[in-house]
């Protein structure tokens, strides 16, 4: 990312994700010029840490952090903008929108808030204290570590199933811990769990701690079915229990739904005129990775054609 300070541009992008990615792509494809603003000095977002992209269509397998790169690559090549600050607030101009971050503030005519989510943390105690520690949040990264060891999943999405099987391979045994009594995963993933001798659920249960004083030791799980409690050994605690919309910046006046997510119509335009929004942050997105790039594009060619 570059660390020249960009003062104006047509369309300011929020967010460096794969659907941030695709909107500078394709908008500067379209002529507009275009600054891509992330945080983070890992582009690609939470999709950046999984190693393979199993519901992304493509001839050969590719990772997040693969596709993160060649979407860089193509937006630099367009030349679009990318820089690394965070955003801090949005506020209508005249002239369109004055984007504040604490590097200086970017003039806009139009912005595309791709912001995405962060992943909802364990809240319950031991959690914290051992983040870092046994408790994690990315297989890919630290999975290796746990090598024929026993480890848990907490969640039931689409999150939890990938990670659950990518553990399955590297560890002794993955029990998987999920809070309803249906699952919210894809049927195969669900399917494939279910074959695994190394993966075994358990369904309507909650974790209650985690247990461990230089790393994690155990969990204590509650049936939500009879209030009885278990005290599971294990080395790893992996979370995926769902993400929280990046929000913080958005302003009041942009329509929002009960989650904090961002209200939109079919082509990413937000309650006020200039603002789009596409992906995690985006009210009715399904959570594939196709998807995001669609409304990326979709929204940045809403926000060109607005241009005149």
């Known amino acids: 990312m570059t660390a020249a300070f960009p003062r104006e541009c047509d369309i300011g992008v ?3 994700g794969i659907g941030g990615l695709a909107a500078s792509a394709y908008a500067a494809e ?5 600054v891509c603003i992330e945080p983070s000095a890992l582009l690609g977002g939470q999709v950046a840490n999984v190693g393979v992209l199993g519901s992304y269509p493509a001839p050969a397998a590719v990772s997040g952090a693969g596709l993160a790169e060649a979407l860089k690559e193509r937006c630099t090549s367009l030349g679009a903008l990318l820089f690394t600050s965070r955003v801090t607030a949005i506020e209508a101009t005249g002239r369109g929108f004055a984007i504040a971050t604490p590097d200086g503030t970017i003039s806009a005519k139009s912005v595309v808030i791709a912001s995405g989510g962060r992943l909802r943390q364990l809240d319950v105690p031991g959690a914290a ?23 848990v999943v907490v969640g039931g999405g689409d999150a939890a199933l990938q990670a659950a099987l990518h553990l399955a391979e590297i560890c002794r045994s993955v029990s998987v811990i999920v809070r309803g009594q249906r699952p919210r995963a894809r049927w195969r993933y669900l399917q494939a769990a279910a074959d695994s001798e190394r993966i075994s659920f358990f369904w309507e249960t909650a974790v209650e701690r985690v247990i461990g004083t230089v790393s994690v030791e155990a969990v204590v799980l509650r049936s939500r079915q009879d209030g009885s409690r278990l005290e599971l050994p294990t080395r790893g605690v992996f979370v995926f229990i769902g993400s929280e919309p990046n929000a913080s910046f958005v302003p009041p006046g942009v329509e929002r739904d009960s989650r904090g997510l961002i209200v939109t119509d079919g082509e990413g335009r937000t309650s006020v005129a200039g603002i789009y929004a596409a992906g995690g942050v985006r009210s009715g997105y399904g959570g594939l990775i196709v998807q995001a790039i669609g409304e990326a594009a979709a929204a940045a060619a809403a926000a060109v054609e607005a241009l005149g």
């Open 14 to 16: 929020i967010g460096a």
């Open 30 to 34: 379209l002529g507009a010029s275009v």
């Open 129 to 151: 204290e051992l983040a870092g520690r046994g408790v994690s949040q990315c297989d890919w990264c630290d999975g290796g570590l746990f090598r024929d060891a026993d480890v």
